[in-house]
């Protein structure tokens, strides 16, 4: 079965413009979450997804930041007028929850989008 | 909310020793834990997973961690070192509500040959 995927795999922008990255989790993974990884940083919690909603969207540095998520699938993470600071590697994550409250924490991650903000 | 300290930032052990590396986390309740390892430009793969068990966890490639719940710690171990761990390895906790995961900043294990 296919893994996590997210496309880019690289994204070089200039400082002012909007950038969507893309991820396409497990196929019957409930649950979606984002984090950025900094040069010589550990992984940020940026949101996490149950179906289509958000819960909690504190992780999101600054409002320049959203995500959505349809279909319960594919999630989409939209950040607008880019910083340099905005530079770091995306990765996504998805794990297995039922609605029956068993949960498999275990979170399968993609390979990431590398994005440099020039 | 949760916090995770990996003690070391780069670790060094010779082919063949033992591997230790340190993992602190603060929580008030009894959380889950993870051990996670990154190689040279590939995604994160789940080592082992802490969930109320055993105690002792082992995990894949020989790595095992030990839960200890009085010293709120979570330390990755193998008893030897082999070239192709080297890797950058994080820790990372869980509430039982599994919403939110909280990563330590990652120790990288180089090994010497």
């Known amino acids: 079965g296919a893994g996590v995927s997210q496309s880019p795999s690289n994204k070089v922008t200039e400082k002012g413009k909007d950038v969507e990255l893309r991820c396409d989790p497990i196929s019957g993974h409930t649950a979606l979450y984002w984090y950025r990884q900094s040069l010589g940083q550990g992984l940020e919690f940026l949101i996490y997804f149950q179906g289509n909603s958000a819960p909690d969207k504190s992780g999101l540095p600054s409002d320049r930041f959203s995500a959505e998520r349809t279909g319960g699938s594919v999630s989409t993470l939209t950040i607008q007028r880019t910083q340099q600071e905005d530079s770091a590697v995306y990765l996504c994550?998805?794990?297995?929850?039922?609605?029956?409250?068993?949960?498999?924490?275990?979170?399968?991650f993609g390979p990431g989008t590398r994005l440099t903000v020039t | 909310a949760q916090s995770v300290t990996q003690l070391g930032s780069h670790v060094s052990v010779s082919e063949g020793a033992l591997v230790l590396l340190r993992c602190n986390y603060s929580s008030s309740v009894p959380p889950y834990l993870f051990w996670y390892v990154q190689y040279p430009n590939q995604g994160l793969q789940l080592l082992l997973k802490y969930t109320s068990a055993a105690t002792l966890v082992k995990g894949i490639n020989g790595f095992e961690a030990e839960f200890k719940k009085s010293e709120t710690s979570f330390h990755l171990t193998k008893p030897s070192a082999h070239m192709s761990d080297a890797a950058e390895y994080f820790c990372a906790v869980s509430e039982n509500t599994g919403n939110q995961f909280y990563f330590g900043t990652g120790t990288s294990l180089t090994v010497i040959p």
């Open positions: 994550a998805s794990s297995l929850k039922t609605l029956a409250g068993g949960y498999s924490y275990e979170q399968y």
